[in-house]
């Protein structure tokens, strides 16, 4: 693992970024619009449209935010103090104060320039932006559903760790609701109690709820923190006011995934054998595939804030591995060029996938098309997987806070 956090020396550029998009004065104001997500791959048949409100279909990928469900009756047992001597509940107590202290309590509070700044977005830009806060909006109300069952089902079980779990879904559901505000900037919004009961749901064990949540809010942090640092020296790219709220924001993101870095810490049997360090470095790649794929799909929007989509994304899956080593009993070697190379063919080859789907072949055809390049995906990342890992794990995160949070 890297022996030390760089969060400390922002970085100033990311290559040269094309310039950005001129943003008109004039905007034609549209109706209101609720945006409903599809549970379902396939196309559904759009709801009768209400008198105020269109309901527009989004569709779903495999690398559309998902939600997730657990085996809560597992969970019960592994936050049961009787049955496992390893929970530190002086820590669970401490962090738990931490959540209650709401450092973000008065911090998501609106202007006037917000609105002002949608009415100004126009073209590929406007289009792109409210892509990225329906899927932000999405992701994040994700995590509330998950927190605020796990608060539910464990408060019984461990009344401390179910009260943080409940706080962390209070946060969540604050980052949804911002940002669905956000989306009424732009004369939009996401039904979001459609989304609960149509939404297809992803089971995942326990233990791997613990790697993927840990490595999202991770990966979270360092996105935010490196946009917002971005956009504080490049004021210039400062096109929607929400970049502004990121240096806050972020420290929610953090601070939920040291909760689940001391979840794991209390469930040692999910990092101390050859199992942990095989499952660890297919969440690590799991989490850092998509992210590189989505972004490289929407260069347009890093671009329109100034950034070098694979330089940024570069960027964050080195800072956030180099967090995760601290934890995870084995990460990817993601520093080494491989890596990206790796990734990069990754991008060419499902630009090709998706150009397939863009074609008027019958579905027949359009599949045969997809097999090679499937299969050679499919190489890519079982090869990105079978580069020597990184040994990691076993350090005690405390003594680094001060630098990663501040």
């Given at each position: 693992?890297?022996?030390?956090?760089?969060?400390?020396?922002?970085?100033?550029?990311?290559?040269?970024a094309?310039?950005?998009?001129?943003?008109?004065?004039?905007?034609?104001?549209?109706?209101?619009?609720?945006?409903?997500?599809?549970a379902?791959?396939?196309?559904?048949?759009?709801?009768?449209?209400?008198?105020?409100?269109?309901?527009?279909?989004?569709?779903?990928?495999?690398?559309?935010?998902?939600?997730?469900?657990?085996?809560?009756?597992?969970?019960?047992?592994?936050?049961?103090?009787?049955?496992?001597?390893?929970?530190?509940?002086?820590?669970?107590?401490?962090?738990?104060?931490?959540?209650?202290?709401?450092?973000?309590?008065?911090?998501?509070?609106?202007?006037?320039?917000f609105k002002?700044?949608?009415?100004?977005?126009?073209?590929?830009?406007?289009?792109?932006?409210?892509?990225?806060?329906?899927?932000?909006?999405?992701?994040?109300?994700?995590?509330?559903?998950?927190?605020?069952?796990?608060?539910?089902?464990?408060?019984?079980?461990?009344?401390?760790?179910?009260?943080?779990?409940?706080?962390?879904?209070?946060?969540?559901?604050?980052?949804?609701?911002?940002?669905?505000?956000?989306?009424?900037?732009?004369?939009?919004?996401?039904?979001?109690?459609?989304?609960?009961?149509?939404?297809?749901?992803?089971?995942?064990?326990?233990?791997?709820?613990?790697?993927a949540?840990?490595?999202?809010?991770?990966?979270?942090?360092?996105?935010?923190?490196?946009?917002?640092?971005?956009?504080?020296?490049?004021?210039?790219?400062?096109?929607?006011?929400?970049?502004?709220?990121?240096e806050?924001?972020?420290?929610?993101?953090?601070?939920?995934g040291?909760?689940?870095?001391?979840?794991?810490k209390?469930?040692?049997?999910?990092?101390?054998?050859?199992?942990?360090?095989?499952?660890?470095?297919?969440?690590?790649?799991?989490?850092?595939?998509?992210?590189?794929?989505?972004?490289?799909?929407?260069?347009?929007?890093?671009?329109?804030?100034?950034?070098?989509?694979?330089?940024?994304?570069?960027?964050?899956?080195?800072?956030?591995?180099?967090?995760?080593?601290?934890?995870?009993?084995?990460?990817?070697?993601?520093?080494?060029?491989?890596?990206?190379?790796?990734?990069?063919?990754?991008?060419?080859?499902n630009?090709?996938?998706?150009?397939v789907?863009?074609?008027?072949?019958?579905?027949?055809?359009?599949?045969?098309?997809?097999?090679?390049?499937?299969?050679?995906?499919?190489?890519?990342?079982?090869?990105?997987?079978?580069?020597?890992?990184?040994?990691?794990?076993?350090?005690?995160?405390?003594?680094?806070?001060?630098?990663?949070?501040?």
């Open positions: 693992m890297a022996t030390e956090m760089a969060l400390v020396k922002p970085i100033t550029k990311f290559g040269n094309s310039p950005k998009f001129t943003i008109p004065r004039s905007f034609s104001r549209c109706k209101f619009t609720t945006v409903r997500m599809s379902t791959s396939s196309p559904q048949t759009p709801s009768k449209p209400r008198k105020k409100a269109a309901k527009t279909e989004i569709k779903e990928t495999l690398l559309t935010p998902r939600f997730y469900t657990t085996d809560f009756d597992e969970m019960e047992t592994l936050f049961n103090t009787e049955i496992n001597k390893n929970l530190n509940q002086a820590e669970f107590e401490a962090l738990l104060q931490e959540f209650k202290t709401d450092y973000n309590q008065t911090h998501f509070v609106r202007n006037k320039e002002e700044a949608a009415d100004k977005m126009q073209g590929p830009l406007r289009q792109i932006f409210v892509e990225f806060l329906e899927r932000s909006c999405t992701a994040e109300f994700s995590g509330f559903l998950l927190y605020k069952e796990l608060g539910r089902r464990l408060k019984k079980t461990n009344p401390v760790v179910a009260e943080i779990f409940s706080l962390m879904s209070r946060d969540e559901a604050r980052h949804a609701g911002f940002l669905n505000k956000g989306l009424s900037d732009f004369n939009l919004a996401l039904d979001l109690g459609f989304l609960t009961k149509a939404r297809k749901y992803t089971f995942f064990k326990p233990k791997f709820i613990f790697y949540t840990y490595l999202s809010e991770k990966i979270g942090y360092w996105r935010y923190i490196t946009i917002y640092r971005h956009l504080k020296e490049n004021p210039e790219y400062q096109c929607y006011p929400i970049f502004k709220y990121f806050n924001w972020c420290q929610d993101e953090n601070r939920h040291d909760f689940f870095s001391a979840l794991m209390a469930q040692p049997q999910f990092l101390n054998d050859w199992k942990a360090k095989l499952w660890a470095r297919f969440f690590c790649l799991s989490v850092y595939v998509t992210m590189y794929l989505n972004d490289c799909q929407r260069t347009a929007f890093y671009e329109g804030i100034g950034l070098n989509t694979k330089e940024f994304d570069m960027h964050v899956i080195i800072e956030t591995n180099r967090t995760t080593a601290r934890i995870f009993p084995a990460v990817l070697d993601v520093e080494n060029p491989e890596f990206k190379r790796k990734l990069d063919r990754m991008v060419e080859i630009q090709k996938l998706i150009a789907g863009e074609t008027d072949d019958i579905p027949l055809v359009k599949n045969l098309k997809r097999i090679p390049l499937v299969a050679a995906l499919a190489s890519e990342i079982l090869a990105a997987y079978l580069m020597p890992p990184i040994e990691s794990g076993s350090v005690d995160f405390a003594e680094f806070e001060p630098q990663l949070v501040y």
